[in-house]
């Protein structure tokens, strides 16, 4: 079994980490204000206080250039076997999406929440791949198969996505 822990700290604390264990497949991202480290392995992490999840469903190999979409999902108890299926099912759609690298279905080991990991060649691959209709389908709230029961949907909270860059780029250039 393969986990992914991530760890968020300044772009510089960040590099020195990644740095300190060169064996490890660590991806450094930055957004907007803040940066995180990736740690994807089957062994133990080396973050002290990581979040934590467990890599469920994979495509494709995570490379450390690229731009990376991840869909934070909040999904009550009883729907988490219902999301797991529908997106086990739903993301091979991507594949073939122009500028698609990788994808990681992640469950979360500490809380309710699911990330839906995406990796593309840059940010305009991910608007693309945004308005096709297999992303509207996969993220359509409304669906019948998505609902644990009558009236009760799966989902805690709402959605929301966060978006990251392998390049650190300076506000101030």
Sequence with gaps: MKNLYITRGTPEFMEKVKEKYPGENMILMHGSGSSQ???ETAGKTVFQT??????IEEMGQLQEHGFFALNNISISDEGKPIFEERFKRDHLAMKDTSGFIAFRLLRSLDSDTYIILTEWEDSQSFDLHKNTP???AAY???KSDIVAGPSVHIFSSAPYI???SSLQTHDSE
């Design 162 to 164: 966060t978006l990251f």
């Design 140 to 142: 359509d709230t409304t």
């Design 134 to 136: 297999a992303f509207s």
């Design 50 to 55: 990581p979040q934590r999840y467990e890599v």
């Design 37 to 39: 480290l990736l740690h």
